[in-house]
Structures are given as C-alpha cells and as structure tokens.
Antibody, heavy 119, light 107 residues
Framework: QVQLVQSGADVEKPGASVRVSCKAS????????IHWVRQAPGQGLEWMGR????????NSAQQFQGRISMTRDTSISTAYMELSGLKFDDTAIYYC????????????WGQGTLVTVSS | DIMMTQSPATLSVSPGERATLSCRAS??????LAWYQQRPGQAPRLLIS???TRATGVPARFSGSGSGTDFTLTISSLQSEDFAIYYC?????????FGQGTKVEIK
C-alpha cells in the first residue's frame, strides 16, 4: 500500500536547522509531488511548500522562503525538508504528504515528525 | 492568498444525527477543494477531493458539495469514530491554504 514514513522526533535550539525525511513506498515516487505541512500544538494546518519528485523543482509559501529547503533522492524514494533559523514558534508536527500531478489533494500523509525548538 | 473560512468552529452532535460543515473561500476556487478528517493524535486523512469525490475507503455517509466559493461537508449519520476535526483545503493556485477547522464533538 502507499505509505510515507517520516524520521523521528527532534529537539533543536533556536537558530539551528532541522532536516526531516520522508520515505515513500508502494508507488512510483517520481509520479507524484511531495508537499510539507506543519501543525503547531493545538493549531490548524499550514502549508509550507512542495517538491516535484521528478524534476526537483520546488515552490514554497512566502513566509518560509529563504528558510526552507526541499530536496529528494529518487534512488531511495525519499524527500527531505530542511528548515533553518529555527524559532520557538517553529515547534510543530511536520507532515509530508503526496499530491497527484493533476490535482492538489493530499493523500496519504506521513505519520508526522515532532520538532521542538527549545533552549 | 485565498482565505478559507470554516463554520462553525465547533459542532455538537448526537450519535446518529446529521452534521453539516461549511467552508467558504475568499475567491472562486471552482471545484478545487478537498476535505480532511483529523482524529486526536493522528495525521489528517483525505475524505473528499474535487469538492465531491469520496476518497477510496471513505464511507458513503460522508458527502461533499459546492463549487466556486461555498462548500459543504455532510455526515449523514454520525458514528463514534467521526468525532474529530475537519479541515477544508483549496488547490486552485498558490499557496495552498486550509480552513481553521471544525471540531465535531459529542453532544
């Protein structure tokens, strides 16, 4: 079955960077985009950006531009999201999710990775 | 950016009753709208795409309708597992944005 498995929880200091991985299985990795969505504690969902798993082209939400880097390794069907210059309010669960090339719905979602920014 | 507004914020419903959730877009998104369910401690799950197409495995009691700026998610007869938070999301351009969610709670 289609599955996205993310890396484990992480604790980082303010100003540091964090990298979250997302390993895909059960489908042809390059046939879909990978998007990143985060959810702060008790809050709603915030779209961060996406990567074309085939070409590697990315686009991101304006509030993350300059701080977010999305890459992929097609040989191991894995996408990565790195967020730099961490602030306390970057504490959140970070999800990867898949979207079809023709369409924009997200299905399925990874299990989420809790990133805690703490001094 | 397109703003998605969901109402109500909280909906109190008895098991077996019907629930109607609303989502309004600040501009026309045609039928480029999805609904998700999120249970406590879990990742979101796709329910509806293209405003009215149920995802694989989603029970028939879930239905979506609407186009343009006004959308509705209806749960015809609430089951215990349906008490959760529901989000709408547009995909008509960038950035993708979500509504703030509607919590469906037991009355």
């Amino acid at each position: 079955q289609v599955q996205l498995v993310q890396s484990g929880a992480d604790v980082e200091k303010p100003g540091a960077s964090v990298r979250v991985s997302c390993k895909a299985s059960g489908y042809t990795f390059t046939d879909h985009y990978i998007h990143w969505v985060r959810q702060a504690p008790g809050q709603g969902l915030e779209w961060m950006g996406r990567i074309n798993s085939d070409s590697g082209v990315t686009n991101s939400a304006q509030q993350f531009q300059g701080r977010i880097s999305m890459t992929r390794d097609t040989s191991i069907s894995t996408a990565y999201m790195e967020l730099s210059g961490l602030k306390f309010d970057d504490t959140a669960i970070y999800y990867c999710t898949r979207a079809p090339i023709r369409g924009g719905w997200f299905d399925p979602w990874g299990q989420g990775t809790l990133v805690t920014v703490s001094s | 950016d397109i703003m998605m507004t969901q109402s109500p914020a909280t909906l109190s419903v008895s098991p077996g009753e019907r629930a109607t959730l609303s989502c309004r877009a600040s501009q026309n998104v045609w039928s480029n709208l999805a609904w998700y369910q999120q249970r406590p401690g879990q990742a979101p799950r796709l329910l509806i795409s293209d405003a009215s197409t149920r995802a694989t495995g989603v029970p028939a009691r879930f239905s979506g309708s609407g186009s343009g700026t006004d959308f509705t998610l209806t749960i015809s007869s609430l089951q215990s597992e349906d008490f959760a938070i529901y989000y709408c999301q547009h995909y008509n351009g960038w950035p993708r944005t979500f509504g703030q969610g509607t919590k469906v709670e037991i009355k």
